[in-house]
């Protein structure tokens, strides 16, 4: 079973860096991939990311790539999302997730955090 809250989400502008974090207990945390997605309103959610159990393994999804990176930190039961050089349309509420596959099939994942809500503007 893990918990997760996540963090860091806000008003930018066009250009920014945010780092959304993801604080999550349970037993399962290290053995569990973690994943980030987004929603806009009137959208499906939409990949951004995994990482693998260790961090060995990370894929992102093509709109983010070169721009978000996913990491954590299983000492801190963390995992973050790094993104740089925010656009308008990645403006979405931003979800954490954990689950047992390394996928970016969002109804793999088990648990889900609250989401927190990323605005760019231009």
Partial sequence: ????????GRL????????????????TFSSSA??????????????VGVISPSGSRTLHADSVKGR???SRDNAQHTVYLQMN???????AV???SAGDRFTSYSGS??????GTQVTVSS
């Fill in 94 to 96: 931003y979800y954490c």
């Fill in 1 to 8: 079973q893990v918990q997760l809250v996540e963090s860091g």
């Fill in 109 to 114: 994942y088990l648990y889900w955090g609250q």
């Fill in 12 to 27: 930018v502008q066009a250009g920014a860096s945010l780092r959304l974090s993801c604080a999550a207990s349970g037993r």
């Fill in 85 to 91: 050089s925010l656009k308008p349309e990645d403006t």
């Fill in 68 to 70: 978000f990176t996913v």
């Fill in 34 to 47: 973690m994943g980030w997605f987004r929603q806009a309103p009137g959208k499906e959610r939409e990949f």
